[in-house]
């Protein structure tokens, strides 16, 4: 908690969310265990939510919601020195109120060593299952963007689509002057021409008739002149 590489304990943007932590009980019947025995895993929010699935469905853990993990609180459940074994480069761990690891409170960087486990606890079937699903099903969490990169990419993504935009809108108004021009051009040759010859030789019979009466009544009036005494 609170390194470069996964931010503060309470940072909202960490990978994963807040830490937090989650009771582990089960059924004793199931691995004939003590009432008592109970362990808590402690990591980001994300994590926990993901593999509380698999304890459930492998452990026969008993589902409960994560809280908040503060062990700086004099009535925190448990604390760093309870913590039983850490996973994921010790970004996630296993507790247990029932263990107290002297060495965890010793501020000398060259002490590696750590309090044994209770034998009940060492062979407990119930601790062993807990940590084989949090060894194979432990989700690998990755740390936030880099707000500069994501920013970087936006603005070209941003850019690219203006200028894909203003390149198609020119492709449709090109194509759309194409088609007006052709369409002129269609219809003041090729096709005036052949609607001329069409109506030459399947003339339409209402303006053939109206033709015909027109010729009749210029005769008419001929007849009628040649016969004025």
């Known amino acids: 908690m609170n390194s470069s590489e996964y931010g503060p304990q309470y940072d909202a943007i960490r990978p994963g969310g807040l830490v937090m932590h989650v009771p582990l009980r089960t059924n004793p019947s199931h691995f004939n265990i003590t009432e008592d025995e109970v362990y808590y895993a402690i990591g980001d929010r994300e994590s926990l939510l993901l593999i509380m699935i698999s304890y459930v469905t492998w452990c026969h853990v008993i589902p409960a919601w994560p809280s908040k993990f ?4 004099p009535n925190s459940t448990v604390k760093l020195e309870n913590v039983v074994q850490y996973f994921r480069a010790s970004s ?5 109120p029932a263990y107290n ?11 590696m060593g750590s309090t044994p486990l209770p034998e009940i606890m060492e062979y407990s079937p119930f601790r062993e299952c807990i940590d084989h699903v949090t060894r194979s ?4 969490m990755n740390k936030p963007p880099d707000i500069t990169v994501v ?5 070209v993504f941003t850019s690219a689509g203006w200028i894909i935009l203003g390149a198609a809108v020119c ?11 052709i369409k002129k051009f269609l219809w003041s040759g090729p096709f005036l021409y052949l609607s001329k010859l069409w109506d030459r030789y399947f003339p339409d ?6 033709e015909m009466q027109v010729i009749r009544e210029a005769r008419r009036r001929e007849t009628t002149y040649e016969n004025y005494p």
């Open 70 to 73: 503060d062990p700086t609180l």
């Open 92 to 96: 996630f761990a296993l507790a247990s």
């Open 101 to 111: 690891n002297t060495f965890a409170r010793i501020s000398n960087s060259d002490t």
């Open 137 to 140: 099903s432990l989700a690998i």
């Open 151 to 155: 920013t970087n990419v936006i603005i």
């Open 171 to 181: 492709v449709l108004v090109g194509i759309f002057y194409l088609m007006q021009s």
């Open 205 to 210: 019979p209402e303006i053939k008739r109206r």
